[in-house]
């Protein structure tokens, strides 16, 4: 599936969305990356502020990795899995429901999350990360993939949000 063209944004003042990723799980990435991509291809200014379990979302090492500092940190890296593993919020079935739906969007030629996160970075959707989570799960910037502009605080991700919607995912 290919990336959208982005359409420019009307003369004034460019319109903007911030989106909060809270969770690690298929549904709801899939859901945050789809607003992201589709906002960023008519012209939106998007951000992404990636928090607690969204940040496996965004980790360089996909997969069971022992990413994080310290026991618990590394132990918590592991159990994430990143985006191969990312669990379905309800109905789970031990991992199979993921791998339907990645079926089922091929099959009805739909992006697959990993498609949209490529996408996202493709329409330069800004990224940050949460500096209080990275710093409870013992992450670092390097952590994470390049295309993460910054490492932030709420209030400063606020700041930046402010004068566009907010969604919290």
Not at 32 to 61: H, P, Q, R, S
Not at 146 to 155: C, I, M, P, S
Request: with cysteine.
């Amino acid at each position: 599936m290919g990336i959208p063209e982005t359409i420019p944004a009307p003369s004034g003042s460019q319109k903007k969305l911030s989106l909060i990723c809270f969770s690690g799980d298929f549904d709801k990435l899939t859901a945050t990356f789809t607003l992201a991509t589709g906002a960023a291809a008519v012209g939106y200014e998007v951000n992404i502020f990636f928090t607690f379990w969204g940040l496996d979302a965004i980790k360089v090492k996909q997969g069971h990795a022992f990413v994080g500092k310290g026991f618990l940190g590394k132990l918590f890296g592991f159990m994430m899995g990143g985006l191969r593993n990312a669990p379905v919020s309800r109905l789970n079935f031990l991992g199979i429901s993921p791998k339907i739906f990645r079926y089922l969007m091929r099959k009805k030629n739909v992006a697959t999350l990993e498609e949209l996160v490529e996408a996202a970075k493709e329409l330069q959707v800004n990224l940050y990360a949460c500096e209080m989570a990275m710093h409870i799960l013992g992450l670092q910037k390097s952590d994470f993939v390049h295309e993460v502009k910054d490492v932030l605080g709420v209030a400063t991700f606020l700041e930046l949000s402010e004068g566009g919607r907010t969604l919290f995912i």
